[in-house]
Each structure stands twice: as C-alpha cells, then as structure tokens.
C-alpha cells in the first residue's frame, strides 16, 4: 500500500510561502470524514459519545470540529480542562481521568461538572475530603492484571501499569460510592495503546461487559456507562491494513446483544476515548531538507528535530516519509533523515530508502496529527512550530503561531535583566 500526502506538492508550495517550515499540517476533510465514520460505527448505541482525548492533540480548533459531531473531552490535567472549558465543553460532555490527581483538579474538573473518573480506590475518599461530596455520577478505571490477550495473541501486560482498579478494589468501591450518594456509575478501562486489529474493542467490550452483569448481580448497580477508552491505532506502516471502525463498531454490538441486552443493561451507554485514531493520520510535519552529509552513511539534515516530533526518537517509531514532488521517483537512496538536536537519536528515519534528496526540497512526515506537536519540547532552546490547518476548501488557516524567542524567555520574570538580552522576534 502507498502512503500519499492529503496535501499535493502545489498546494504545499503555496502554503509555505505563508509559514515558514517547520510545522504540522492538519487535514479538515479528513477529520471530519473520520469522525463521522465514528458515529455511523456506534450510531446502533443512542448514548454514545466519543470523547477526545485531548492529550494527543491539545488545539481549540480542532476540538472545535470534533465538538460539532458531538464529541466530547477526555481530559488528565488542569489546563486540558482549562482548555475544553474554553471550547465550550463543560459537564459531562468531559471525561476527567487522571492518576496521582492534585486536590486542585479534582476541585475544577467538578466545577466544570466533568465526570470524574477514578483511578484508585484511595481516591474516593480524597476526592470527597477534596470537594466535600461524592458527584452523584462517578466512574471507576478497571485493571484486570495479568497479561491481556484476544484472538490474535497477547496484547500487553496491564499488570505493570500504575492505572486502575483491581477486580476487588473496584467491586468495594462501588459498594462505598453508593453508600455515600453516587447514583450513576460508569466503567473505564484502557489496556492496549496503539492496536491495529478490528478484534480489540469487541474483546475489551466483552471484559467489560461480563463484569457489567457481574457488578449488577453482586451490588445491584447498573452501570450507565461503559468507556471502553482508547487504544485503537492507526496504521504508520504502508504495509499495514489500517483498523475498520464499522467492523469494530458491530463487533462491539454484537457482544452488546450477547450480553448486557439478555441482563437487562441494553440501556447502557458506550463511551469512546480516541485521539491517535482519531486526528492522526489527518496530521503532517512539513520540513525542508538544509543539510546533506555524506560520512560513513549518508544523512539528509531537516529544519525540524526530535524537539517537533519526539516519537521516533523516543520510541523508535516509524513514520513514513514523502520526499514532495518526488512522489512517483525511484527510493534508491538510502538516507538517515536527521534533525539537529545534541542528540545522536534525533532521527527521523534510519536507512531508509527515499529518493535522491536535494536541499530545499520538502518532506511530508506522515501521521503525525496525534502525540505529535503536543509531545513538544524546548531542548536546545528549540522552539514549538507552529499549526496549520487545510481547510476543506483549499485554503490554510493558522491555528497555533510558532512559539518565538520572547515565548521561551517569558518564564524567566524572575530574572529582571532577561529583558535587556536581545533577541530576534523571528
């Protein structure tokens, strides 16, 4: 399978005469499409919500679109709430899941009337030492340990992750909530990042929904909602069968029907807590070759580093590469595309085998519209790039500006003479 760019070389020339590179590009049609494919997937479910996780791509804008399909938030921290608030995403239209949560979350995730979603049975006595109450809505993140497997093999090892509730903590504490005042109560559980296969939320749904039927049988509580989190991925590879949300979508409802409908729970809604498979494959990272260096390999050096994209560097991970304008040439080149980080892992290719490179030409690195720019950093004192959106009619609107040298400095007002250092606004 060939990956393609969402945008085309001419549109790309256009583009760049308005935003210097490097920056992440972002494809409306594309998110929009996808989103809606989500819906049609879980439209037989008439509670169901998508609710983005906003950790993999932290921009108002384009919150803005998914909240026009009826998305919601997931959020983990103080200013992805700040954030979602500001969108106009308030109550329980937001999903608050967090670990090791300071009391001050806690206090503005309930302000805001998010639903709060425990991580810890600890946590239901200090979220009510914290706010005074328990929400009469709360949820609970399960972790079943062990190592979890579905048809294709094992899928990861939930029993090292610091998140959830095990199987007894979380029947006891749904016990304790109802005691004190919880009325709504919802099931969470995240266990497998990144999975390209159609069998992994119909085989989490079925975890679920067991214990569902089980918490109904042993507390007499009906679950409202079931989260079935995240964890769908996208295909980064060109030899990867991307996931079919419409085949995951009717596998869940088919354990639906086998199991919560018999017991009584066909008024339960599913929940939805995508943000890779959402915006990722409708996000680029457009940089410009600079460099060329010819050692004991052959390098091609870009004017974007590990600083705007940190998942090669910090996982190895493969993101496939466009050389503009070459679409259709011979890979019979064999380079390390690098940034210019201290770092000798500021890689984002290794021996990989592209057409021949030439300095100015533009690269096109893919999926990148999820845990991309919003994984950032400021090493080297390399600044954010800044965000671009292709609208659906051709047109590029900036959504976020380049972070400048006065940003970086910004945080040193502790430090009066910083304001005398000269520095360049471009």
Same mark, same amino acid.
């Given at each position: 399978?060939?990956?393609?760019?969402?945008?085309?070389?001419?549109?790309?020339?256009?583009?760049?005469?308005?935003? +210097?590179?490097?920056?992440?590009?972002?494809?409306?049609?594309?998110?929009?499409?996808?989103?809606?494919?989500? /819906? $049609?997937?879980?439209?037989?479910?008439?509670?169901?919500?998508?609710?983005?996780?906003?950790?993999?791509?932290?921009?108002?804008?384009?919150?803005?679109?998914?909240?026009?399909?009826? #998305?919601? #938030?997931?959020?983990?921290?103080?200013?992805?709430?700040?954030?979602?608030?500001?969108?106009?995403?308030?109550?329980?239209?937001?999903?608050?899941?967090?670990?090791?949560?300071?009391? &001050?979350?806690?206090?503005?995730?309930?302000?805001?009337? %998010?639903?709060?979603?425990?991580?810890?049975?600890?946590?239901?006595?200090?979220?009510?030492?914290?706010?005074?109450?328990?929400?009469?809505?709360?949820? #609970? /993140?399960?972790?079943?340990?062990?190592?979890?497997?579905?048809?294709?093999?094992?899928?990861?090892?939930?029993? $090292? %992750?610091?998140?959830?509730?095990?199987?007894?903590?979380?029947? &006891?504490?749904?016990?304790?909530?109802?005691?004190?005042?919880?009325?709504?109560?919802?099931?969470?559980?995240?266990?497998?990042?990144?999975?390209?296969?159609?069998?992994?939320? +119909?085989?989490?749904?079925?975890?679920?929904? &067991?214990?569902?039927?089980?918490?109904?049988?042993?507390?007499?509580?009906?679950?409202?909602?079931?989260?079935?989190?995240?964890?769908?991925?996208?295909?980064?590879? +060109?030899?990867?069968?991307?996931?079919?949300?419409?085949?995951?979508?009717?596998?869940?409802?088919?354990?639906?029907?086998?199991?919560?409908?018999?017991?009584?729970?066909?008024?339960?809604?599913?929940?939805?807590?995508?943000?890779?498979?959402?915006?990722?494959?409708?996000?680029?990272?457009?940089?410009?070759?600079?460099?060329?260096?010819?050692? *004991?390999?052959?390098?091609?050096?870009?004017?974007? #580093?590990?600083?705007?994209?940190? /998942?090669?560097?910090? *996982?190895?991970? *493969?993101?496939?590469?466009?050389?503009?304008?070459?679409?259709?040439?011979?890979?019979?080149?064999?380079?390390?595309?690098?940034?210019?980080?201290?770092?000798?892992n500021d890689k984002f290719a290794v021996d990989r085998m592209l057409p021949e490179i030439e300095k100015g $030409? *533009?690269?096109?690195?893919?999926?990148?519209?999820?845990?991309?720019?919003?994984?950032?950093?400021?090493?080297?004192?390399?600044?954010?790039?800044?965000?671009?959106?292709?609208? &659906? $009619?051709?047109? %590029?609107?900036?959504?976020?500006?380049?972070?400048? +040298?006065?940003?970086?400095?910004?945080?040193?007002?502790?430090?009066? =003479?910083?304001?005398? =250092?000269?520095?360049?606004?471009?």
């Amino acid at each position: 399978m060939k990956k393609q760019p969402f945008v085309s070389n001419e549109q790309l020339q256009e583009i760049v005469k308005q935003f +210097p590179t490097p920056f992440h590009l972002y494809d409306e049609k594309g998110i929009r499409a996808n989103v809606q494919a989500v /819906r $049609d997937a879980f439209a037989w479910n008439p509670g169901f919500r998508e609710y983005f996780a906003v950790k993999a791509e932290p921009n108002p804008f384009i919150i803005q679109i998914l909240k026009e399909y009826g #998305c919601g #938030c997931d959020c983990s921290s103080l200013t992805e709430l700040m954030l979602s608030d500001a969108v106009g995403i308030r109550g329980e239209q937001i999903m608050f899941s967090s670990n090791n949560t300071p009391p &001050e979350e806690f206090v503005f995730a309930d302000k805001l009337g %998010a639903v709060i979603n425990l991580d810890d049975f600890t946590h239901i006595d200090f979220l009510e030492q914290t706010i005074g109450k328990i929400p009469e809505t709360i949820s #609970c /993140r399960y972790n079943p340990g062990g190592v979890y497997e579905i048809s294709n093999g094992i899928m990861d090892n939930p029993g $090292d %992750a610091k998140y959830g509730f095990t199987k007894e903590q979380l029947l &006891e504490g749904y016990q304790l909530l109802k005691e004190k005042g919880a009325k709504h109560f919802g099931l969470h559980s995240f266990l497998v990042s990144n999975t390209v296969t159609n069998d992994y939320y +119909p085989a989490l749904a079925k975890t679920l929904f &067991e214990l569902a039927v089980e918490i109904q049988q042993k507390l007499g509580i009906k679950l409202d909602f079931i989260n079935l989190s995240g964890g769908v991925g996208i295909a980064y590879q +060109p030899d990867q069968e991307p996931n079919d949300i419409a085949a995951i979508g009717e596998g869940v409802h088919k354990v639906f029907d086998e199991i919560l409908v018999p017991a009584g729970l066909e008024n339960t809604a599913i929940y939805t807590e995508m943000g890779r498979f959402m915006t990722g494959p409708y996000g680029c990272l457009v940089t410009k070759a600079v460099h060329e260096k010819h050692t *004991y390999k052959d390098y091609i050096g870009v004017d974007a #580093c590990a600083a705007n994209l940190m /998942r090669p560097a910090m *996982y190895g991970a *493969y993101h496939h590469i466009t050389v503009m304008g070459k679409e259709d040439a011979p890979c019979d080149h064999k380079y390390d595309v690098v940034g210019s980080l201290c770092e000798n892992n500021d890689k984002f290719a290794v021996d990989r085998m592209l057409p021949e490179i030439e300095k100015g $030409d *533009y690269l096109v690195i893919h999926d990148t519209g999820a845990h991309g720019f919003a994984m950032g950093y400021n090493y080297n004192g390399r600044l954010w790039s800044a965000e671009v959106l292709l609208r &659906e $009619d051709g047109t %590029a609107q900036l959504i976020r500006r380049a972070q400048t +040298p006065k940003d970086y400095f910004a945080t040193f007002d502790c430090f009066a =003479i910083y304001q005398n =250092i000269p520095f360049s606004e471009s």
